[in-house]
């Protein structure tokens, strides 16, 4: 029942910043497990960056020092803040959620996804 819109990508130099947003539709919101990935094409999506309901925060190595996840329960809304960015970052960016309840049939913990914002860097 989660919809997910991402939002705040474009185009920047490299070096230059960035920041995403992830608006939720529902309060549900609160208590999602909360990710950052991203996806060049032909590859598989590559998690970046996560946030635990609680705010616990894990980040990729290639993003870490770069890369700030950050969440606002209030907003219903996930923020990835990107400085320092540089050409190997360019990909499509997307929000991701795992929920604490489960799928009627496959058992497996709920998932969410956005639709992805364009991340271009140029060096």
């Known amino acids: 029942q989660v919809q997910l819109v991402e939002s705040g990508g474009g185009s920047v130099q490299a070096g230059g910043s960035l920041r995403l947003s992830c608006a939720a539709s529902s309060k549900h919101f609160t208590m999602l497990d909360m990710r950052w990935y991203r996806q060049t094409p032909g590859n598989e999506r590559e998690l970046v960056a996560s946030?635990?309901?609680?705010?616990?925060?894990s980040y990729a190595d290639s993003v870490k020092g770069r890369f700030t996840i950050s969440r606002d329960d209030a907003k219903l809304t996930m923020y990835l803040q990107m400085d320092g960015l540089k050409s190997d970052d360019t990909a499509v960016y997307y929000c991701?959620?795992?929920?604490?309840?489960?799928?009627?049939?496959?058992?497996?913990?709920?998932?969410?996804w956005g639709q992805g914002t364009q991340v271009t860097v140029s060096s």
């Open positions: 946030i635990t309901s609680s705010g616990v925060t």
């Open positions: 991701g959620a795992e929920a604490p309840w489960l799928d009627r049939d496959s058992l497996d913990p709920v998932t969410y």
